[in-house]
C-alpha cells in the first residue's frame, strides 16, 4: 500500500474544516507524515500534525505553520507512541531516563507484572514522581508481593484475616492509582495460592475499575488448564483479563495455541473480556528457579537449601528439575537454557548449562544438568533465557485480533549483564520481521496491537491515539528500515529506524539522538 499517495478530495474537506490560524505559533509541528490515528478502522493516510505543550492541538493540513520545531516526516510513518502493557521497571530509580524502551518507540508502559507490584504503593508512586522519568509510568498491584507481606513464602492457605489483609492491600493499592491486580501464579508465593484466593483480590480491583493480569500458572504441560483458571477468575470476579505474554512452552505442547485461542474466543462469546498480550520471540526468560519443583522454594532459599542436605528429598527435587527441563524449558538439549545474568559468576553470562556441565568436566546430562541447577539456585539463583517455544505458535498467537504487543522486557543499561533481546527490540521487531518481511500483520494491525488497544485496556482516554486534545505521545519511523538488531547472542543493540519519540509533547528521541529529559509522567487509576 502507498501510504504516501495525494490525499484527492478527503484532503480538501479536512483543509475547509480544520484550517490553520496564522496566528498560532506551535512547540512542534510534524509535516508531510503518514499518520496513523491510532483506532482499530484508522487507515494511515497524510496529515500533518500541531502540538502545543503536552497536547494535539491540531490534525490535517498545516500550510505554512509557524513553530518553534517542524519535523518533515516525508516517507516515515507518524504513530501514537507505543504503550508497554508488561514492562519490568523494577530497575526505574537508577535507570529512570527510560533509554532502552523509548528508543523502541515506548511512551508508556505498565509495570508490576507477574505479581510483582511495589510496596507501599503510593508512596513508590509519589516517590517515583519527584525523580522524573524518561516515559509514562502506570503499575499494577501485585499478589506476590502483597502475599508475601501478610503471609512470607508460606505454602498455605490463608486464614480469615490474612485473606482480609491482603484485600486490603490490594483496595488500598487501587485507591492510590493501581491499574489494576497482577499475578505470576508460576512463581513464589503466588504458586501456593488456590484460585479462590485469586479471585477474592480480583473483586477488590475489578470493583475499582482494574484489569487482572496474570502470568499463569503453566505455561507447559498444565497450559490449558491454566488458561482455564484464568476465565474462571474473568467470570468470578467479573474483570477483565489479560493472559499476558501469552505462550506455549515445551516440545510436548507445541501447537496447542489453537486451543488456547479457542478458548479465548469461547469465553468472549459468553461476554467475558479476556485478552492477550504477547512478545515476538521464541524464548522465555526467567529466573532458574523456574526449574525447580514449587514445593522446594517454601520459605525462601535457606529453606531449599536446607532440603537439599536431606538426600530424599534431594532426589526428589533432582527428579522435578529433570522433568520440568524436559518438559517446559528444552527438551533434553541443555544448550537451550541459557544464563543471562549471575551474579556469583558472571562468566556464565551469556553461556548454556551445557557449557556449565563441560566446564566443570561433566557430561552434559538431564542429571548432571539437574545437580548444576540445584547448585546455581543455592549461589542465590540466576536469571535464564529458554530456548522453548515454536515460531508457529508465535505466529498463530500474533494474529489473533485480541493480541497485544507488549515487551516483558526490563530497563536496561547498555551492556548490563546478558538479557533477553526483547528488552531493546521488541516493538520494532513485530515492524519489521512480523510486518514488513513475513507480512504475518498489516501495518495498521500491528499499529493499532500497540497503541490503543493497551490504551482501552488500561482506561487511558487522552493517550493512544493521535486526535486532537488527546496528549502529544508520539512515535515516527521508518517502515522500510525499521528493525531489531538485538540478537540471543548479541543482545546490547538499539533497533534502528525510529527518528523521533515525542514524550508529552517532548522530544525524547530526536533524529535517533536520545535525549534524556524525563517528559513522562506518572499515571494512575482514574
Known sequence: MNYFKKWGVWSIFALLILGCDPNVTYDVVILNGAVFEGSQEAQIRQQDIGIIGDQIVTLGTLSNP??????????RVVSPGFIDLH??????????????????????????????????????????????????????AGHNAIRSKVMQLDNREPKADELQAMKDLVAQAMDEGAFGLSTGLKYLPGNFSKVDEVIALSKEAS????????HLRD??????????????????????????HHKVIGKPMWGKSDQTLAMVDEARSRGLNVVMDQYPYNASYTGISVLIPSWAGAGGNDAFIERLKNKKLRDSIKKGIIYNILNDRGGDDLDRVQFAKVSWMPGLEGKTLKYWCELKGLAPTLENGAELVMEAQSNGGASCVFHAMDESDVVNIMK?????????????????????PRWY??????????????????????LYKMTAFPAQMMGLKDRGRLAEGMKADITIFDP??????ATFEKPHQYSQGIDYVLVNGKLALDASIFMPIKSGSVLKKE
Open 219 to 244: 505455561e507447559g504441560l498444565s497450559l490449558l488448564a491454566s488458561v482455564a483458571e484464568a476465565v474462571e477468575i474473568a467470570e468470578k470476579a467479573s474483570i477483565p483479563v489479560v493472559l499476558t
Open 207 to 214: 470493583q475499582r475499575g482494574g484489569i487482572y493480569t496474570s
Open 480 to 485: 522500510a528500515s525499521i528493525r531489531d538488531l
Open 425 to 446: 527490540g521488541t516493538f520494532p521487531r513485530v515492524l519489521g520481521k512480523y510486518v514488513r518481511e513475513e507480512g504475518v500483520l498489516r501495518l495498521e494491525e500491528a
Open 66 to 75: 509557524k513553530a518553534k520545531r517542524i519535523i518533515d516526516a516525508t516517507g
Open 87 to 140: 514492562a519490568h521497571l523494577e530497575p526505574i530509580f537508577e535507570l529512570s531516563d527510560c533509554e532502552s524502551h523509548i528508543r523502541q518507540g515506548v511512551t508508556t508502559s505498565l509495570g508490576g507484572p507477574d505479581g510483582r507490584g511495589p510496596l507501599p504503593f503510593g508512596h513508590y508512586l509519589d516517590s517515583l514522581s519527584q525523580l522524573g522519568v524518561g516515559m509514562n509510568v502506570g503499575f499494577l
Open 400 to 420: 489473533h485480533p485480541q493480541t497485544m504487543i507488549a515487551s516483558d522486557g526490563r530497563l536496561v543499561k547498555l551492556g548490563d549483564g546478558h538479557p533477553h
